[in-house]
């Protein structure tokens, strides 16, 4: 089964703050639900745009689109 890499894409002069929280909230949130996430981190691709980033099991997809609603998504290999 395949992994899938979930995106939440933050923009502004605190887009790297605010998703550095926003992976706290993904810890807590998987601890929570006892769900299996990995590599939570963040991703900055400029000063004014980072990301926060958690890949899942292809299987969880549906489950975790629902509740934690990303702004995207891709296959990861």
Do not use: Y
Request: hydrophobic share 40%; proline share 3%.
């Amino acid at each position: 089964m395949g992994k899938v890499k979930l995106i939440w894409d933050f923009r502004g002069p605190n887009g790297k703050r605010t998703a550095e929280h926003h992976c706290v909230h993904l810890h807590d949130f998987i601890k929570m639900e006892k769900l299996h996430g990995e590599a939570i981190k963040v991703v900055e691709f400029s000063e004014m745009h980072a990301a926060a980033t958690m890949i899942i099991k292809e299987e969880d997809v549906t489950v975790m689109r629902e509740k934690l609603k990303p702004h995207r998504g891709q296959r990861v290999e």
